[in-house]
């Protein structure tokens, strides 16, 4: 039986022929295992370099990034608030301009008593009673042009503080009532 004693033995220097003045510089700690070098040391600090540059960059764009996102967002927001405001404005015209000349018969106290509920979807108490109805300026006889205003008294104040705010007369209109002076008029509210 052969043993194998000699796999246990430590092993001699295989690194090659050792160095008096290398084993001295190792143990003074003026040796670093890998020899310096010059071109490795330019590439790394190149590497470092680009790194940091290109993070400088990322930053940069970052911040950029940011600051359009916000100017993006304060924009829409304008552009939402004048749209909203062209709706509205839209929308207040087409109800001055809802009812066409001749829609309402020979009878306005009528036609408004049976279409006034149905155009504010309210349900007054008592049915509407107006003092008087009637469209607003000389008749027009070309059906291009936007229909006449109708003005509309109604008989009890109940009523009117019922409609809403589209269908109240502008508040210029009772200003002499609510403000003897009339000195809002002049302001403008």
Do not use: W, Y
Not at 45 to 52: D, S, T, W
Not at 65 to 93: A, C, F, W, Y
Not at 102 to 123: C, V
Not at 132 to 159: E, K, T, V, W, Y
């Amino acid at each position: 039986m052969t043993t194998r004693s000699h796999l246990l033995t430590p092993l001699a220097n295989t690194h090659g022929p050792s160095d008096p003045q290398r084993e001295t510089a190792k143990g003074c700690g003026l040796f670093d295992r890998r020899e310096r070098n010059p071109a490795r040391e330019v590439g790394s600090n190149l590497f470092k370099m680009e790194r940091q540059h290109r993070r400088q960059r990322v930053t940069g764009l970052e911040q950029r990034m940011g600051s359009l996102e916000t100017q993006i967002n304060m924009s829409q927001e304008q552009d939402l608030l004048h749209l909203r405001s062209k709706l509205t404005d839209m929308e207040d015209r087409s109800r001055r301009d809802n009812i066409p000349e001749n829609e309402e018969g020979s009878d306005m106290q009528a036609f408004l008593t049976s279409t006034l509920p149905k155009m504010t979807s309210l349900d007054f108490d008592l049915p509407l009673e107006f003092q008087r109805a009637h469209r607003i300026g000389p008749r027009r006889f070309d059906n291009s042009s936007r229909p006449r205003p109708i003005f509309a008294c109604l008989l009890r104040h109940n009523q009117t503080r019922q409609t809403p705010s589209s269908t109240q007369p502008r508040p210029f209109l009772n200003r002499s009532a609510r403000d003897p002076n009339n000195s809002r008029l002049l302001q403008g509210d």
